[in-house]
């Protein structure tokens, strides 16, 4: 097919924490403008947080309800776009998946060309640069200045605010169904957790950096990790580790934490460290601040017997395979660390 023949094809990605109606304006201008419309949920791969309250399906069907007919008539498609450690790997998978959604109708890649959707002044030239040879489909007006950050803040409260004039109406009864539903108060928990968290360096022109030191400790093919007790994350899988204490190094630090949240014996496990910490420090890895954290790597003996028991503020430690461990259950970060570590399926 030649080039003039091509399909053109649009790629819109957003996380949609909640769909309102700037998307909404976004979509059907573009949708005015191609053949078809690759619609890419982010962060798909997460646990719900406050700034991912809602899961990829939850999302998804809020858009599926929106355009029933671009979707039964395949105009428009909707994929899931997971989180990663690298940024090349997510740049990969994005193009992976508009692609794919493409073979899936029936299209040949040859047949179609891409094009990222985006403002004609914002910050969408930083996803063209990702995408070189995508070309663009700039949307020339914004309309409003809605933002989903002020939504879910208004959302997360006791007496949460339902944005009846913000979000379309398939969105508006899903939250006001969600508000009474025991993920919402776990959401809501986390939150007041947070803002007490942050309270003291609210407002400081210079917020403090806060240093922490996780493990992953392997044997047998598993991960040794801990499910939270209390917050930040009650609930999630983690891996072993805490707050860089002001008298310890870094390493007297992570074997305190392991023994703390697991009961192994430091003795035991630092004899199988494989090598000097690894720095995790993407700014905003954490909600509740810069948090820069080291990670070491341990490797028990096959043969080894371990016990472990939780502690702390652990409720419980176990090994998982992490090869089919589900990245969902994870708090913020901890299994793209275990991915970066190229230790996940």
């Known amino acids: 097919m030649s080039d003039k023949a091509k399909k053109t094809v649009g790629v819109f990605i957003g996380r949609f924490q909640p769909f309102h109606i700037g998307h909404d304006f976004v979509i059907r201008e573009a949708l005015r403008k191609v053949d078809n419309l690759v619609i890419l949920i982010g962060s798909a791969n997460r646990a719900r947080s406050q700034v991912n309250p809602f899961t990829y399906e939850e999302r998804e069907d809020f858009i599926r309800r929106e355009y029933r007919k671009d979707v039964s008539e395949n105009k428009l498609l909707i994929a899931p776009l997971h989180d990663h450690a690298q940024d090349s790997k997510w740049c990969a998978e994005a193009e992976k998946s508009a692609a794919r959604t493409m073979v899936e109708i029936g299209l040949s890649i040859d047949d179609v060309e891409f094009n990222l959707v985006g403002y004609a002044k914002d910050g969408s030239s930083y996803y063209l640069r990702k995408f070189p040879h995508w070309g663009s489909i700039e949307i020339e007006s914004q309309f409003g200045t809605f933002s989903a950050t002020d939504i879910r803040n208004d959302f ?94 870094l390493w007297d630090n992570v074997l305190k934490e392991v023994q703390e949240e697991t009961g192994l014996d430091p003795d035991v496990i630092k004899e199988a460290c494989l090598g000097q910490g690894q720095v995790f420090d993407d700014p905003t890895r954490s909600t509740r601040g810069r948090t820069v954290t080291n990670v070491y790597r341990f490797r028990l003996p096959d043969g080894l017997q371990t016990r472990v028991t939780a502690g702390d503020d652990a409720a419980d430690a176990f090994w998982i395979n992490p090869k089919t461990a589900d990245p969902r259950e994870f708090m913020e970060d901890h299994y793209l660390i275990l991915q970066s570590l190229g230790l996940t399926g």
Not at 191 to 215: Q, S, V
């Open 156 to 249: 997360l409260r006791r007496a949460p605010i339902i944005p009846h004039d913000n979000c379309p109406i398939s969105v508006i009864e899903f939250m006001k169904k969600f508000r009474l539903r025991e993920e919402f108060k776990w959401l809501l928990s986390e939150r007041e957790f947070e803002i007490e968290y942050k309270r003291p360096y609210t407002g400081l022109e210079h917020p403090p950096n806060f240093i922490t030191t996780d493990a992953v400790i392997e044997q047998n093919g598993m991960i040794l990790v801990v499910r939270r007790g209390q917050c930040p994350g009650k609930g999630l899988l983690a891996l072993p580790g805490g707050h860089l204490e002001p008298n310890l190094t």
